[in-house]
């Protein structure tokens, strides 16, 4: 796939069309997000404040796994959809409990490249109530990059900067230069897709990781002009916020600790060399890491330093705010007249 590299247009990609009501509630709007990826759906209901700063009221996550086999059968089986059907109905339900002014559910990869994922989408939103929309690569990639240059002052994320958003599917890498994406690829080189292709064995065999960081290294090197004279590299998704959370010490998840970690090259090929040793019941035990991650986390850090290495960069900073957050500023923006959805 080819990616533009014109500067990204003024207003940005167009969000799909949230769902709206009049609300009971009085004080200030509030907002619903909902990312519906491959391997995890994910929740984020805000509520705007006078600064215009968007303030967490709640964050879920579910590793429900909506792309399981869709690698190999090119299709999303009937049992992943009924499991994300019930994560998103349940996550629906209770961002309704917060009584948002407008909730907005947007799916990625599995959706986007699955040969039913249209009729799929459909029913998943006659379930829940809302209807979800499949957002392309080139606006979930735009997206990405809003969410995280957002979260990082200029001085902690400098430019040119490649932010990279570790996915279930797909990969997406955008290169920002003065607060915009310069170029921006989307490549099917996820931890699940990966996972389920290459690593057969539990713990992987030396053969399978050779196989594995071949076809990483080559989907990347298709792709030089996301890498040249770069300052910075940040990056968010389930790989990164859980090796920060592994070397922070963390006991449980806290997100306002994994927020701006920086990971060095050294500290991700440690974890990946002590990872990539472990079976996936003993990756589960780990709290960072957890039963919906242990089993693709591997096929993440093999990605994770194979961007690294061609970006030449020392480390990254891991980010929390992806995909979601950025939805939930263009709901807000929406509301204030500035942003209309499409």
């Not at 998840?253 to 920086?262: I, K, L, N, Q």
Request: hydrophobic share 40%.
């Amino acid at each position: 796939m080819t990616s533009p590299s014109s500067p990204e247009p003024a207003q940005g990609p167009a969000p799909p069309r949230p769902l709206r009501r009049t609300p009971v509630r009085e004080g200030p709007p509030r907002y619903a997000a909902v990312d519906v990826g491959t391997n995890s759906i994910r929740l984020l209901v805000v509520e705007a404040g006078a600064n215009g700063r968007l303030e967490p009221l709640l964050r879920l996550g579910d590793s429900c796994r909506l792309g399981q086999g869709l690698d190999a059968e090119g299709t999303i089986s009937a049992e992943a959809e009924k499991r994300a059907a019930s994560t998103l109905t349940r996550f629906v339900r209770r961002a309704r409990s917060l009584e948002p002014t407008a909730t907005l559910v947007a799916a990625t990869h599995a959706l986007r490249s699955a040969a039913n994922g249209t009729e799929v989408a459909e029913r998943l939103g006659r379930a829940a109530g809302v209807p979800v929309r499949i957002l392309s690569e080139e606006d979930e990639a735009r997206l990405v990059y809003r969410a995280v240059r957002e979260a990082f002052a200029i001085e902690e994320l400098p430019e040119p900067c490649l932010v990279m958003d570790i996915g279930g599917g797909s990969v997406e890498l955008a290169r920002g230069e003065g607060g915009q994406v310069r170029s921006w690829q989307s490549l099917e080189v996820g931890c699940v897709r990966l996972s389920e292709r290459f690593l057969l064995s539990d713990p992987p065999a030396a053969v399978e990781m050779e196989q594995l960081a071949r076809h990483v290294g080559e989907r990347l090197d298709a792709h030089p002009e996301l890498f040249p004279d770069l300052q910075a590299a940040a990056g968010v998704g389930g790989t990164l916020t859980a090796l920060a959370a592994l070397d922070l010490g963390l006991e449980r998840y806290e997100a306002s600790r994994v927020e701006g970690h920086w990971l060095s090259r050294e500290a991700i090929r440690r974890w990946s060399e002590h990872l990539t040793g472990l079976s996936t019941s003993e990756r589960e035990v780990l709290h960072a890491v957890g039963e919906g991650r242990a089993d693709i986390i591997v096929a993440g850090c093999v990605v994770v330093g194979a961007v690294l290495e061609r970006s030449r960069m020392p480390g990254l900073v891991v980010s929390t705010q992806g995909l979601r957050y950025a939805l939930a500023r263009q709901l807000a923006e929406a509301g204030q007249g500035s942003a209309p959805p499409a």
